[in-house]
């Protein structure tokens, strides 16, 4: 599998080298560095020197950069709202278009600014597939005899390298904005709020139509949908009330068992219960 570092790049062109080293040592099989980048000038200087270093030390890694256009051209610098827009487009589509050529993505969360490494967080929880990596570098740099910092650290530079975890989406919506033409990161999180939504209510109909017998659901549904209680839902059941707690307590049983299979924990409660299955009785959901 191709492997890419995408990072992002501020005035300093060793938070690339340095992370790219690490990477390599730890035997990931880079192959392809991407960085996006504002158009400042001095950024600019950076990514020269940058360009020219991987030439040098890795002939074999494909070197690209990408300047942040918004909708009135290059980004300067990430100074308002439609700059941070901007480069949350860009980094959401460089992740989708790895992820559509199949290669594995390391994220690097340590150059340019610190806004950089928020939205770009936001496009790898939206894309990142269950191999991908994000990092972060903790550095304490020297300076070189020639009064610049060093490309590469040396045997006196204390630095680490972490493991940023990221609490990604459900592997089946992402798979659909991986396969959709969805190019809008804003639009590709209303879709993934609209799956995740369905996906719950899809559950709680399967509780309650597969766990719950047709005379629990009579009970659970005079519940949750009126707030009726023990004696209230016999007397419209033409039921006795020792014959409703018994149900309930089927039912909680079944919902503590049902909430466990999902990593949830025991102790079902009324309040919970009808809290969980609301959803169910709204006039949109019918």
């Not at 991908?132 to 006196?156: L, Q, T």
């Not at 089927?250 to 009808?274: K, L, N, P, V």
């Amino acid at each position: 599998m191709n492997e890419l570092l995408i990072a992002t790049l501020g005035t300093e062109p060793q938070g690339v080298t340095w992370m790219l080293d690490w990477l390599l040592q730890q035997g990931f099989a880079i192959d392809e560095v991407l960085v996006l980048h504002t158009s400042a000038s001095v950024v600019e200087a950076a990514l020269q020197k940058l360009e020219k270093e991987i030439s040098a030390h890795y002939p074999s890694i494909r070197f690209h950069r990408e300047v942040i256009r918004g909708t009135e051209g290059a980004v300067e610098d990430l100074a308002s709202e439609k700059d941070t827009w901007a480069f949350l487009q860009a980094m959401y589509r460089a992740i989708r278009r790895a992820r559509k050529m199949g290669q594995k993505v390391h994220l690097s969360l340590t150059g340019g600014r610190k806004t950089m490494a928020v939205y770009a967080m936001v496009a790898a929880q939206l894309l990142f597939g269950e191999q991908d990596r994000a990092w972060h570098m903790i550095s304490e740099m020297h300076w070189s005899a020639e009064g610049e910092k060093r490309m590469h650290p040396g045997p006196e530079d204390r630095f680490q390298v972490v493991s940023v975890p990221v609490v990604r989406w459900n592997d089946a919506a992402t798979a659909q904005l991986l396969l959709a033409e969805v190019d809008d990161p804003w639009e590709a999180i209303r879709r993934q709020q609209t799956f995740a939504l369905q996906e719950a209510l899809r559950r709680r109909r399967d509780f309650w139509n597969y766990r719950l017998t047709a005379a629990q659901r009579q009970v659970a549904e005079l519940l949750v949908r009126e707030g009726l209680d023990n004696a209230a839902i016999a007397h419209r059941l033409g039921k006795s009330a020792h014959t409703v707690a018994n149900q309930l307590t089927h039912i909680y049983r079944a919902f503590d068992e049902w909430r466990e299979s999902r990593g949830g924990t025991g102790g079902a409660s009324r309040a919970a219960f009808i809290a969980e299955f609301a959803l169910l009785f709204r006039p949109e959901d019918q």
